[in-house]
């Protein structure tokens, strides 16, 4: 997994000393639930979660550079929404935050930054954002970000119980990442 760096993050593996910090946000009712995963109940759940993203090696820890703290988390995942658009090369951002630090900008410059990543380094053809419809935030990220709405799903999230939701999905293919880069 490649570090990457913005003005005022870097994006890079997580370690399991990083289950403090980790811990701090998941245990929020307003991050879990707006992600699909219940609130973790202990330091220990966050360790286990901190090892399963090192496994899977696809999520990135968001360390705001002025503080040296992790305060969320963003990944590059291998989900393909759209059946009808299956044979491109393409990846879905996920990301959560710390609530202590919305409202700063701070998702949108790291989504900008794993776009411009799955791009030029990746190769991608596609890349994709979604949200639960009660998730105005992620909305706004998305739109913020320049992802164009695609459709929607209603889905029921195993982790939540079977929760019934309808998922936002939007997505951003590299012809127009380029055109509007140029």
């Known amino acids: 997994m490649e570090r990457l760096i913005t003005e005022r993050l870097i994006l890079r593996e997580w370690k399991e000393t990083d289950s403090k910090d980790l811990y701090e946000y998941a245990k929020s009712e307003l991050v879990g639930p707006n992600a699909g995963w219940p609130p973790h109940k202990n330091e220990e759940e966050s360790k286990e979660i901190i090892k399963m993203f090192i496994r899977n090696n696809v999520t990135y820890a968001i360390v705001l550079k ?13 989900r393909k929404p759209d059946d009808r658009l299956i044979e491109l090369k393409q990846k879905e951002i996920g990301y959560v935050l710390n609530p202590k630090y919305w409202g700063r900008g701070i998702v949108p410059e790291a989504v900008n930054c794993l776009i411009k990543y799955g791009f030029n380094e990746l190769n991608l053809d596609l890349i994709w954002c979604g949200h639960f419809d009660f998730n105005n935030k992620s909305k706004r990220v998305n739109e913020k970000c320049g992802f164009k709405y695609r459709f929607h799903k209603d889905e029921k999230l195993q982790l939540l119980d079977d929760k019934e939701v309808t998922t936002l999905y939007y997505c951003m293919f590299k012809d127009d990442y380029i055109k509007h880069n140029q």
């Open 66 to 78: 002025s503080e040296n703290k992790v305060i969320g988390s963003i990944g590059l995942h291998d």
